[in-house]
């Protein structure tokens, strides 16, 4: 199963930073699992106790900042997550590059997850 999920932290609304994850579970076995995730399984998530308490944790270290995890894929145009695919890492001087590609050597996802501080 593949899927990507962003976290935004801001400052004053702002975006401060963000952390990417990258799940690439296949690990050379049939696709299985789950397909997409369904829009209300993704608030239950973001509702569950656990991520609350982290929102809260970041709020007293200080109050300017927030927090936001956002679901990036699968996506309503590319519904389905399970398929045989590898990940291609390109680190090019200025950022890095992700792309995921599957057995038929289409591109399923990708695209800048990182740039240098500009100096």
């Not at 952390?19 to 209300?40: A, D, F, N, Q, S």
């Not at 399984?41 to 929102?55: G, K, R």
């Not at 936001?68 to 309503?76: A, F, N, V, W």
């Amino acid at each position: 199963f593949y899927e990507r999920w962003k976290e935004e932290i801001r400052r004053n609304g702002e975006q401060a930073h963000a952390i990417h994850w990258i799940v690439t579970g296949l690990g050379g076995v049939k696709p299985r699992g789950r397909p997409k995730y369904e829009p209300e399984e993704i608030a239950a998530v973001l509702n569950e106790p656990f991520y609350l308490d982290y929102l809260a944790r970041i709020a007293e270290l200080d109050p300017t900042w927030s927090s936001e995890l956002i679901h990036m894929y699968p996506t309503p145009q590319q519904p389905d997550g399970r398929f045989h695919h590898y990940l291609r890492v390109t680190i090019d001087g200025s950022g890095i590059r992700f792309e995921a590609i599957d057995s038929d050597g289409g591109l399923r996802d990708g695209g800048r997850i990182a740039d240098a501080p500009s100096s």
